[in-house]
């Protein structure tokens, strides 16, 4: 079985209702990103920082997966299908999809800040004295900025083994996740779907400059061709 790549990003998860964060101003729900998404910003304030993902979480749940979800979830059934997501939610999970690798963490996870392999299934709000059973606080699951990104080399090893890639729903503007697509070997077949794409169909690169509801059903189609 061929082995496609996804890489998905905030696009897809927009469809669902799920915010973005970022509002064109840079600010996350009215905060500054360092504010609520940094190790400093949780050290000065973390009943802030604990609040901005508790509604994040509720959020998320209320939510479902859309079309392009579960049009992913299918392609397993003819493929190897490996998805890399930016993304901290767990709609590709509940469409099916089997085999995914977050890169920023997951939303309805939640860990020791004093040992990050100490990982708890976390669906509530996340609270001030939720502690680990040493008496450590609980935080979320996320990779905040400044902080290293653990997946990173798995996602690469994967990469290396696409027969075909596809982008969806981010502007590949954002590292290490945006450096990921350099490693595919060369000339694999590759399609970017995205309303507003960072770039041009050319040579081996497909660009469908629409929604990821649209796009996927019509890369789906194109790889049946």
Not at 30 to 55: C, I, R, T, W
Not at 125 to 149: M, S, T
Request: proline share 4%; glycine share 6%; hydrophobic share 40%.
């Amino acid at each position: 079985m061929k082995h496609i790549v996804v890489l998905t990003g905030a696009g897809i998860s927009a469809e669902s209702g799920i915010k973005t964060f970022r509002d064109a101003d840079g600010l996350w729900e009215g905060h500054d990103v360092m504010e609520v998404a940094s190790p400093k910003g949780f050290a000065n304030n973390p009943a802030l920082v604990l609040d901005f993902y508790n509604q994040r979480r509720r959020q998320l749940l209320e939510v479902q997966p859309n079309q392009a979800h579960y049009d992913l979830a299918t392609l397993e059934k003819d493929y190897q299908v490996t998805i890399i997501t930016q993304n901290v939610d767990d709609l590709h999970e509940r469409a099916g999809s089997s085999n995914v690798i977050h890169l920023h963490g997951e939303l309805l996870k939640a860990r020791s800040i004093h040992n990050e392999t100490k990982i708890f299934d976390w669906k509530t709000d996340l609270l001030l004295g939720n502690l680990d059973a040493k008496g450590h606080q609980i935080r979320p699951h996320i990779v905040w900025f400044g902080e290293a990104v653990p997946m990173i080399d798995k996602a690469v090893e994967v990469c290396e083994t696409a027969d075909i890639l596809m982008i969806i729903g981010t502007s590949m503007q954002v590292y290490p996740a945006a450096s990921l697509m350099h490693y595919v070997p060369e000339n694999t077949a590759t399609y970017f779907i995205d309303p507003k794409p960072a770039m041009s169909s050319k040579d081996n690169l497909t660009v469908v400059a629409k929604p990821a509801t649209v796009g996927v059903k019509e890369v789906i189609e194109l790889l049946k061709d």
